[in-house]
């Protein structure tokens, strides 16, 4: 069995930043690509970030040149750094992971419970 437990959300004002960490632990064999996604209320949930295992990153339009993912192979984590942010980031932010938990299996979607964060003065 695999958790994504995600960490670090919280109430910001606006041009503060934010870092959020999501840690894959248990039955962990390989882990392919990690994303964070975020969820405003009344709105879809969206991706926000990729980064593969190679290390290749992806953003979306909305965060380019504002937020930066990374992540810690070692310790089978992902960051999410978020400077500068605005009201319109405040969201539930979510981790997933595509990962394979044995070698004769194929690799899932994890997803983590959410992390709330909030961009207010």
């Known amino acids: 069995q695999v958790h994504l437990v995600e960490s670090g959300g919280g109430l910001v004002q606006p041009g503060g930043s934010l870092r959020l960490s999501c840690e894959a632990s248990?039955?962990?064999?390989?882990?392919?690509?990690m994303a964070w996604y975020r969820q405003a209320p009344g709105k879809q949930r969206e991706l926000v970030a990729t980064?593969?295992?190679?290390?290749?990153?992806n953003y979306a339009d909305s965060v380019k040149g504002q937020f930066t993912i990374s992540r810690d192979k070692a310790r089978n984590t992902v960051y999410l750094q978020m400077n500068s942010l605005k009201p319109e980031d405040t969201a539930v932010y979510y981790c997933?992971?595509?990962?394979?938990?044995?070698?004769?299996?194929?690799?899932?979607?994890?997803w983590g419970q959410g992390t709330q964060v909030t961009v207010s003065s």
């Open positions: 997933n992971a595509n990962i394979r938990t044995t070698p004769w299996v194929p690799a899932y979607d994890y």
């Open positions: 248990g039955t962990v064999f390989r882990i392919n690509a």
């Open positions: 980064i593969t295992s190679g290390g290749s990153t």
